[in-house]
Each structure stands twice: as structure tokens, then as C-alpha cells.
């Protein structure tokens, strides 16, 4: 009987110490799992779909002017072009004409 009990006790904690080293071994395997998700997620191009409004050169020129008051950061012509939904060439021809205005001018950082 005593030794049905240690044998017991003794398959107990060889089932505990399996149970800690299977939880350890897939909490590992998960955090590589996670780093390899990032990593690819970091190479695959995501597509990104904008939705264009065609407005007016006058109405994309007010728009623009507004934003770059509103913004006080760097920005690029593309990213004026999609916060905005404007297309791009657009978007920079008429920053071309506002920096011939005087109405904006390029910062240097």
C-alpha cells in the first residue's frame, strides 16, 4: 500500500514536471511564431485601395490649403493626396502653384 502511494506521488510529479516543460516548450514556439508573423508581414507588400474624388482644381486647391495650415509636420504630396482623396498629380501641381504663390514654402529639417 505505502508503496502504491509513492509510486503514485512519484508518477504525480514526473506528470507535473512533463506539464511545466510542454508549457514552456509552446510558450516558446508561440513567441517564435509571433516573430516570424512579424517578420513576414514586414516583407509582403500590403495594397492599399484609395478612393479618388473628382473635384475641381479650385475645390482640391482650398482642401490642400487647409490641411497644410492644419498640419504642423512634414508631409509629403502623397500623403496630402490620400488624407485628402485627391489625385496625385493634381495634389502636386497645385502644391507646385501654391510654392510659386508664396503661399507655402518647403522646410528644411
Known sequence: MEEDIKKEKRLIGEFSDF???MTAKLDTISNRLSDLEKKIESFSPITKV???EEISKD???K???ECLCEIDEKIYPS???ERL???YDLCVEIIEELLKEGEIEIVEE
Open 19 to 21: 506539464k511545466h516543460e
Open 79 to 81: 500623403e496630402i493626396a
Open 63 to 65: 482642401r490642400i490649403s
Open 50 to 52: 484609395s478612393v479618388i
Open 59 to 61: 475645390v482640391a486647391k
Open 85 to 87: 482623396h485627391i489625385d
